[in-house]
């Protein structure tokens, strides 16, 4: 949206299709630069999240149908309007740039930050990172490759973690050039399910694992597996269990969504895959990215707290390693 302002100036509208979570970050931030916004919103996108998207300022249109009905609507909007452009939640170099900010903070924290474990480091091992769209998977892989680069240290290692029924990246990826569209979406985690998400995601994953670099104009990648990422698919019951684990230790309400990030770090037998199957170190920086997802309430919590310590199947690079 600030690369939107700077080619168009204060008079920008832009528009913006989401199931929630990306059009109240939309709001927030049109908000904070003081330009228009509207947000195409789904036929079931919660009231509360329209509520709170209506605070910021920005302006909600409900489409009847799913978020393709919205994001069409959305489309017709921004090119009607000379002032008009459309965001999109998950795709564009501009918003995978723009998520290369995060890996830049982790790198700057982490030397001072791993001096408390007595083993004091400039880099991560390993980012897990929860797969909706992929947007935010592009930009953590482009921006470790560049940190690492810049420092002269291995390219981070990055597990890509979708919840089981809704797994288009996981599926995609452990095979050897399909894109896998989920046909009947059904887990829980609503904040990254798509029937289909970033082909450019899975393009840019595929040549990821293989080699741990990446820029935002690689050609075609074949090739399933790689030594620097993981394509991860936990079950709803292992998201839930690291969520309500997260909340009882952070203090903070962790979404299902956010637990399958979350999950790696929760599950002893995916770090143990990830030391014998990537050659990986016995001695792991881990760095969890936990994000996403303002579904959640005391109610919600409680639904997490009876997955307990966790069960349920975990499956890495197309290998179930747990049941």
């Avoid at 992929?134 to 810049?150: D, F, I, K, N, S």
Wanted: charged share 20%.
């Amino acid at each position: 949206m600030y690369a939107a302002m700077q080619r168009i100036g204060p008079q920008v509208h832009c528009v913006v299709a989401s199931g929630g979570n990306a059009g109240q970050a939309a709001a927030r931030t049109a908000k904070e630069l003081g330009v228009k916004c509207t947000v195409h919103v789904h036929l079931h996108t919660e009231q509360g999240i329209v509520n709170r998207i209506e605070a910021w300022g920005a302006t909600v249109k409900r489409a009847q149908g799913a978020w393709i009905q919205a994001n069409k609507a959305a489309l017709a909007m921004a090119r009607d309007d000379p002032n008009g452009v459309y965001i999109h939640p998950f795709e564009g170099d501009d918003l995978v740039l723009g998520h290369t900010c995060i890996v830049d903070e982790m790198y700057d924290d982490i030397p001072e930050v791993s001096k408390e474990s007595g083993e004091p480091t400039d880099h991560p091992d390993v980012i897990t990172v929860a797969v909706g769209g992929g947007g935010l998977l592009r930009g953590v892989m482009l921006g470790g490759y560049e940190r690492a680069l810049e420092q002269g240290t291995p390219s981070p290692h990055v597990v890509a973690v979708s919840t089981i029924g809704g797994d288009f990246f996981s599926q995609s990826l452990w095979t050897e050039d399909e894109f896998v569209e989920v046909e009947d979406p059904f887990s829980l985690a609503k904040s990254l399910v798509c029937k289909s998400g970033s082909p450019i995601a899975v393009r840019d994953g595929r040549y990821y694992a293989k080699n741990g670099q990446l820029s935002l104009d690689i050609g075609e990648t074949k090739g399933k597996a790689g030594p620097y990422l993981t394509a991860l698919s936990v079950d709803d019951a292992r998201a839930g269990s690291a969520a309500w684990q997260a909340t009882d230790e952070l203090g903070t309400m962790i979404e299902l969504s956010t637990g399958a990030a979350l999950a790696p770090a929760q599950n002893k037998c995916v770090l143990d895959w990830l030391v014998r199957e990537k050659n990986l170190s016995q001695k792991l920086n881990v760095v969890v990215i936990v994000c996403g997802g303002t579904r959640v309430d005391l109610e919600e919590v409680e639904k997490h707290r009876l997955y307990g310590q966790g069960s349920g199947k975990i499956i890495a690079d197309g290998h179930v390693i747990a049941e």
